[in-house]
């Protein structure tokens, strides 16, 4: 049996900021893993970054990686050793069945789930899928290099940061903690679905200093960077929506984890681009886009419907 509690509303947003906080901050405690730049201004052509100087440190930079992956690993598990204690507070005083680990597992949803789940949103992107099939860059056609594309993916500091650390990381903190401490307040499906992805939207707002920066610091410069962290806030608002939608629906962040990596390799969808690529095949491309909507809209709750998930009852 899985207690019920009443966390005060107030406190939630306190616990949910102190997640956000302590995720984002983790990359600025250490040196290693802040960013630095010159004062320098450039004049530089639109849409270009200025060279990297020498005693500059930028986020691609291999240390900077490194120190940045061991700072969110570190954050990530700070956030799920609050909810541990937050469990520990229920499970002694409601309930003696369910130690607090085991609330702390169920409640994070380090729980198995079924394979649909992980399948919608590759329906999703139907329309991207098959701009890449026309240009043969899937695995085993002839544009894709299994040295350059394979191993890289695998191996690469940046491929490993963007397609395993942070989908695993952020939806851990972002989805599975801050849902856990508004569940606990016992707020609405809806209110946990389309208020607190805003969290992990104004998380990444924090880029907008790193692309002023590194494109000159000057007047286009910051038009870059709020125009690029304006579309950002939207897209992974609008991505964190679903990812909630995933996480309460099945009760697990496994699904949340899969999507968020999935999403990264993708990229946005660029239905545009993929026709000026093939416009020989622009009504075949069209298609698939729509077929890709309209797919998503049915196989959504079909094939994440999960039988006794703790926030979906």
Same mark, same amino acid.
Request: with cysteine; net charge positive; hydrophobic share 45%.
């Given at each position: 049996?899985?207690?019920?509690? =009443?966390?005060?509303?107030?406190?939630?947003?306190?616990?949910?900021?102190?997640?956000?906080?302590?995720?984002?901050?983790?990359?600025?405690?250490?040196?290693? &893993?802040?960013?630095?730049?010159?004062? &320098?201004? &450039?004049?530089?052509?639109?849409?270009?970054?200025?060279?990297?100087?020498?005693?500059?440190?930028?986020?691609?930079?291999?240390?900077?990686?490194?120190?940045?992956?061991?700072?969110?690993?570190?954050?990530?598990?700070? +956030? +799920?050793?609050?909810?541990?204690?937050?469990?520990?507070?229920? %499970?002694?005083?409601?309930?003696?069945?369910?130690?607090?680990?085991?609330?702390?597992?169920?409640?994070?949803?380090?729980?198995?789930?079924?394979?649909?789940?992980?399948?919608?949103?590759?329906?999703?992107?139907?329309?991207?899928?098959?701009?890449?099939?026309?240009?043969?860059?899937?695995?085993?056609?002839?544009?894709?290099?299994?040295?350059?594309?394979?191993? %890289?993916?695998?191996?690469?500091?940046?491929?490993?940061?963007?397609?395993?650390?942070?989908?695993?990381?952020?939806?851990?903190?972002?989805?599975? +903690?801050?849902?856990?401490?508004?569940?606990?307040?016992?707020?609405?499906?809806?209110?946990?679905?389309?208020? =607190?992805?805003?969290?992990?939207?104004?998380?990444?707002?924090?880029?907008?200093?790193?692309?002023?920066?590194?494109?000159?610091?000057?007047?286009?410069?910051?038009?870059?960077?709020?125009?690029?962290?304006?579309?950002?806030?939207?897209?992974? %608002?609008?991505?964190?929506?679903?990812?909630?939608?995933?996480?309460?629906?099945?009760?697990?962040?496994?699904?949340?984890?899969?999507?968020?990596?999935?999403?990264?390799?993708?990229?946005?969808?660029?239905?545009?681009?993929?026709? %000026?690529?093939?416009?020989?095949?622009?009504?075949?491309?069209?298609? &698939?886009?729509?077929?890709?909507?309209?797919?998503?809209?049915?196989?959504?709750?079909?094939?994440?419907?999960?039988?006794?998930?703790?926030?979906?009852?």
């Amino acid at each position: 049996m899985i207690p019920t509690t =009443s966390l005060p509303m107030f406190s939630a947003h306190i616990f949910a900021a102190l997640f956000v906080t302590c995720y984002v901050g983790s990359i600025y405690v250490s040196k290693n &893993a802040r960013l630095s730049f010159s004062k &320098a201004k &450039a004049d530089l052509d639109y849409g270009y970054a200025r060279p990297k100087e020498l005693n500059e440190r930028w986020r691609d930079d291999p240390d900077v990686i490194r120190a940045r992956l061991v700072a969110v690993g570190i954050a990530t598990v700070l +956030c +799920c050793a609050i909810v541990f204690g937050l469990m520990t507070t229920v %499970s002694g005083n409601e309930n003696d069945q369910l130690t607090a680990s085991q609330l702390t597992r169920i409640y994070l949803g380090f729980t198995p789930t079924k394979i649909l789940p992980h399948l919608v949103t590759p329906v999703l992107f139907l329309g991207p899928l098959y701009g890449h099939f026309l240009l043969e860059s899937p695995p085993s056609q002839s544009n894709w290099s299994f040295k350059d594309d394979g191993v %890289s993916m695998l191996f690469s500091l940046t491929c490993m940061r963007n397609y395993i650390v942070a989908p695993i990381t952020e939806e851990i903190v972002f989805r599975a +903690c801050v849902l856990t401490v508004y569940h606990l307040t016992q707020a609405s499906r809806t209110r946990m679905i389309y208020l =607190s992805p805003l969290l992990f939207g104004a998380a990444h707002v924090h880029h907008a200093w790193d692309t002023y920066n590194r494109y000159g610091r000057n007047p286009a410069a910051l038009k870059r960077a709020v125009i690029g962290t304006t579309f950002q806030f939207t897209y992974t %608002s609008i991505f964190g929506f679903y990812c909630s939608y995933l996480f309460l629906r099945t009760g697990s962040v496994l699904a949340p984890i899969t999507a968020h990596m999935f999403c990264n390799i993708m990229g946005v969808p660029q239905p545009g681009y993929d026709i %000026s690529q093939r416009p020989d095949r622009k009504l075949a491309i069209i298609i &698939a886009y729509l077929l890709g909507i309209f797919g998503f809209m049915f196989v959504l709750t079909r094939w994440t419907h999960t039988e006794g998930s703790l926030y979906w009852i």
